[in-house]
T-cell receptor
């Protein structure tokens, strides 16, 4: 398997523009997570999905952020409008969960976003 | 929600020495504690994990200990090598049902000097 695939790897945009980050989880995984990483705040969980359904979006900073998972093999994280403080590395991660067991969370390579 | 504190934020050791990173957590419902290693510019990757029904787990040069009463767990790396240099993250999560939410510590930058 190719692992979790994210695109774009790097994005530079201007304040006010819309940004869409994409993620393809590992085939067969049933939970998907979006994390944001900054020096100041570390790895923050933004939102996660179980079986394509959003379970917890309490980490989404504000209404400018939205995430969707239309099917088991694709998810998007959208920022509209973007602001300089959104500059960070955004990681998508996926896992296969069966009942109560928790296993390894597999991360993508990340999307480095710079908002000027 | 869960709060994970990690110390130290930076750690510098000489090659061959041991390194210890400590984490505390707040939610007594947490029962799964993984450690991730992130090399510069790369993705975080799992190196070892422990569940609350055991107190210690070892895998070659790395080991993790867990004290559920005190709500803290630690990563131990022995005989450190330059390739161990990376950022290490601890995390905690309650497992079971849909309540899976991995909360990470802020990370420890480990530098192993040759």
């Amino acid at each position: 398997d190719a692992g979790v695939i994210q695109s774009p790897r790097h994005e530079v945009t201007e304040m006010g523009q819309e940004v869409t980050l994409r993620c393809k989880p590992i085939s067969g995984h049933n939970s998907l997570f979006w994390y944001r990483q900054t020096m100041m705040r570390g790895l923050e969980l933004l939102i996660y999905f179980n079986n394509n359904v959003p379970i917890d979006d309490s980490g989404m900073p504000e209404d400018r952020f939205s995430a969707k998972m239309p099917n088991a093999s694709f998810s998007t994280l959208k920022i509209q409008p973007s602001e300089p403080r959104d500059s960070a590395v955004y990681f998508c991660a996926s896992i296969f969960r069966r009942g109560a067991r928790t296993g390894e969370l597999f991360f993508g390579e990340g999307s480095r976003l710079t908002v000027l | 929600g869960e709060n994970v504190e990690q110390h130290p934020s930076t750690l510098s050791v000489q090659e061959g020495d041991s390194a210890v990173i400590k984490c505390t957590y707040s939610d007594s419902a947490s029962n799964y504690f993984p450690w991730y290693k992130q090399e510069l510019g790369k993705r975080p990757q799992l190196i070892i994990d422990i569940r609350s029904n055991v107190g210690e787990k070892k895998d070659q040069r790395i080991a993790v200990t867990l004290n559920k009463t005190a709500k803290h767990f630690s990563l131990h790396i022995t005989e450190t090598q330059p390739e161990d240099s990376a950022v290490y993250f601890c995390a905690a999560s309650p497992s079971g049902g849909s309540n899976y939410k991995l909360t990470f510590g802020k990370g420890t930058l480990l530098t192993v000097n040759p």
